[in-house]
């Protein structure tokens, strides 16, 4: 007689559940409804202040950046020329405004746009998303930023690689100190720029430096280049930046666009005289190039450190978080 066993076959299932990482959502921001661009105030010879305020109803977060202490949250203007409140238009303009979002889908950005500059080769105008903080309140350690950016088609040509400094566009910085709020001048700023290399190709530049409104000679402290992640035009990106402030070895800044690191350096990022970090420049329509410089941007979230997983992009992964 033959006896035949039964075929067992063993389906294992493993169920993989989410990562939790040491990282809290500070703040996000669609510039939903509730949010406020207001008008320009706060007029100087060269200067005006367009502050962010109210709750965006998508979020539950509300302007200013409480959760960094934030006693202002703005588009800063700056111009090249002396403006007044009816002239102001004339140079930088900036507006909340429905538009077709990196999913295809409508949301609100923040549209900031330099329309007169100084020749080409100097910067002048400029239309910095400010995040201003008093320095009585210590460092920011630790920071992560994520945003979607998105550059004209026609970003290539502002840029002007055959005149001295006409060849670079601001996207991210912060800096120390300044604005009186220590009443010391700042001693460290990061700074991250596309130049346009002599061959007419976009590349990415990140550096530290102690400029940050200081009377002092220029030090750059250290500077890396990225040639190989493209500079999206005319498409929406996601940008990422990362900082843990340090004198040691141990300090780092980490950047990436639409997943591809683009900068990730350690080492020290303190100046002279480790002072707190007061303003981050969340982007700035700024440049040595052509007029008109211009910033579209949308889907700001700020958190206390990397939220999926250290040195790793969320550029494929939504993390989980609750509301602080």
């Given at each position: 007689?033959?006896?035949?066993m039964?075929?067992?076959?063993?389906?294992?299932?493993?169920?993989?559940?989410?990562?939790?990482?040491?990282?809290?959502?500070?703040?996000?921001?669609?510039?939903?409804?509730g949010?406020?661009l207001?008008?320009?105030?706060?007029?100087?010879?060269n200067?005006?202040?367009?502050?962010?305020?109210?709750?965006?109803?998508?979020?539950?977060?509300?302007w200013?950046?409480?959760?960094?202490?934030?006693?202002?949250?703005?588009?800063?203007?700056?111009t090249?020329?002396?403006i007044?409140?009816?002239?102001?238009?004339?140079?930088?303009?900036?507006v909340?405004?429905?538009?077709?979002?990196?999913?295809?889908?409508?949301?609100?950005?923040?549209?900031?746009?330099?329309?007169?500059?100084?020749?080409?080769?100097?910067?002048?105008?400029?239309?910095?998303?400010?995040?201003?903080?008093?320095?009585?309140?210590?460092?920011?350690?630790?920071?992560?930023?994520?945003?979607?950016?998105?550059?004209?088609?026609?970003?290539?040509?502002?840029?002007?690689?055959?005149?001295?400094?006409?060849?670079?566009?601001?996207?991210?910085?912060?800096?120390?100190?300044?604005?009186?709020?220590n009443?010391?001048?700042?001693?460290?700023?990061?700074?991250?720029?596309?130049?346009?290399?002599?061959?007419?190709?976009?590349?990415?530049?990140?550096?530290?430096?102690?400029?940050?409104?200081?009377?002092?000679?220029?030090?750059?402290?250290?500077?890396?280049?990225?040639?190989?992640?493209?500079?999206?035009?005319?498409?929406?990106?996601?940008?990422?930046?990362?900082?843990?402030?340090?004198?040691?070895?141990?300090?780092?800044i980490?950047?990436?666009?639409?997943?591809?690191?683009?900068?990730?350096?350690?080492?020290p990022?303190?100046?002279?005289?480790?002072?707190?970090?007061?303003?981050?420049?969340?982007?700035?329509?700024?440049?040595?190039?052509?007029?008109?410089?211009?910033?579209?941007?949308?889907?700001?979230?700020?958190?206390?450190?990397?939220?999926c997983?250290?040195?790793?992009?969320?550029?494929?992964?939504?993390?989980?978080?609750?509301?602080?």
């Amino acid at each position: 007689m033959t006896f035949f066993m039964p075929l067992l076959i063993f389906v294992s299932i493993c169920l993989i559940a989410p990562t939790t990482f040491a990282a809290n959502l500070l703040f996000k921001s669609n510039f939903g409804k509730g949010v406020v661009l207001n008008a320009p105030t706060a007029f100087s010879t060269n200067s005006a202040w367009q502050p962010l305020t109210g709750t965006d109803s998508e979020t539950g977060y509300s302007w200013p950046v409480a959760a960094l202490g934030s006693d202002l949250s703005a588009v800063q203007l700056i111009t090249v020329d002396p403006i007044t409140p009816d002239t102001i238009g004339n140079y930088i303009t900036n507006v909340i405004r429905s538009i077709t979002g990196p999913k295809g889908t409508a949301v609100n950005e923040l549209f900031q746009n330099v329309k007169i500059k100084a020749p080409v080769g100097t910067g002048g105008s400029q239309a910095p998303l400010m995040i201003k903080r008093p320095s009585a309140l210590g460092d920011v350690n630790d920071l992560y930023i994520t945003y979607w950016f998105k550059y004209p088609t026609d970003f290539p040509s502002k840029l002007d690689n055959t005149v001295s400094a006409g060849n670079w566009r601001a996207q991210f910085e912060f800096k120390t100190g300044g604005y009186n709020s220590n009443n010391s001048v700042g001693d460290y700023r990061l700074v991250i720029n596309i130049l346009k290399g002599a061959d007419g190709a976009l590349y990415w530049r990140t550096s530290g430096d102690n400029q940050a409104n200081a009377p002092w000679p220029r030090i750059e402290y250290w500077a890396e280049e990225n040639h190989a992640v493209s500079v999206p035009v005319g498409k929406w990106f996601k940008f990422e930046v990362y900082w843990h402030r340090s004198s040691g070895s141990d300090g780092r800044i980490w950047a990436a666009v639409d997943g591809q690191e683009i900068v990730d350096y350690y080492g020290p990022n303190m100046g002279d005289y480790n002072l707190p970090i007061t303003r981050i420049f969340v982007n700035n329509a700024y440049s040595g190039g052509y007029a008109t410089v211009e910033s579209h941007s949308t889907g700001l979230e700020i958190w206390d450190g990397f939220p999926c997983g250290i040195g790793k992009s969320c550029y494929s992964i939504t993390p989980a978080a609750t509301k602080n």
